[in-house]
């Protein structure tokens, strides 16, 4: 193995065990209690005549105030993947590349590739 190709390799691992790194840290939560107040109030008024002509007037308030609680989880996704390619041409000779990936909308990704080949392109991804 030459100097080069060893290099390489060393290259490799290294991103390889920072991607690792980096994907067993715990993602971002967020947390959020959310409180959520119903109010009902019934109030009834009661108006009573009397055989004499006196008038009592009843008021009664029923306060039927509920309070919705709840907890809210987000997860915070990583926006971007960066990825080391290895591989063999047909030659049986070794190829590098990358790739780089952008999340556009929810768990879709679009990207790009390039490897030693001179060979390039785009990608679209889905993450499940």
Same mark, same amino acid.
């Given at each position: ?25 715990? %993602? @971002?939560?967020? +947390?959020?209690?959310?409180? /959520? ?6 109030? &009834?008024?009661?108006? =009573? ?15 039927? %105030? @509920?309070?919705? +609680?709840?907890?809210?989880? /987000? ?6 993947? &960066?990825?080391?390619? =290895? ?42």
């Amino acid at each position: 193995m030459n100097n080069v190709t060893k290099l390489g390799i060393v290259a490799v691992a290294l991103v390889a065990s920072f991607l690792y790194g980096k994907s067993q840290a715990p %993602t @971002k939560v967020n +947390t959020v209690e959310v409180v /959520k107040e119903i109010r009902d109030i019934e109030i &009834v008024k009661q108006e =009573v005549t009397k055989p004499d002509g006196s008038k009592v007037v009843t008021t009664t308030t029923k306060d039927k %105030t @509920k309070l919705d +609680t709840r907890n809210e989880t /987000k997860i915070n996704k990583p926006n971007w993947k &960066v990825s080391g390619l =290895v591989g063999l041409n047909t030659d049986r000779k070794t190829v590098y590349g990358a790739t780089i990936d952008r999340r556009i909308v929810g768990n879709v990704f679009v990207g790009a590739w390039a490897t030693t080949e001179k060979t390039g392109g785009i990608s679209i991804g889905l993450e499940f």
